[in-house]
């Protein structure tokens, strides 16, 4: 996915048909050494072609895969006994926080 990224950014930046070289650079400017497989392999595939029809086609592809968005959020308990709800309540903060700590890193970056 990397390797398409930095192709996609070649042509952003105004290059048409970005060579093995335009890529490496565009990787190790964030740091990636660079595969010379991987990037002929993008740059044959992607050759010739328009990457907007290519990123079109692409969408078209995505409008059959479920985007979610369909889960809501359980009510809140009312608390029953007036004095135990607000350290549950503590209890149920700590592990959602927690979560979403675990959930920010997930061991990948976006050029790994």
Known sequence: MRYVAAYLLAVLGGNNSPTAKN????????????????????INELSGKDVDDVVNS?????????????LTAPPAASPAAGGAAPAEEKKEE??????????????????D
């Open 23 to 42: 890529i490496k650079k565009i990787l190790d400017s964030v740091g990636i050494d660079a595969d010379n497989d991987r990037i002929n392999k993008v």
């Open 58 to 70: 692409g969408l078209a592809k995505l409008t059959c895969v479920p985007a979610g968005g369909a």
């Open 94 to 111: 700590e592990k959602k926080e927690e979560s979403e700590e675990s959930d920010e890193d997930m061991g990948f970056g976006l050029f």
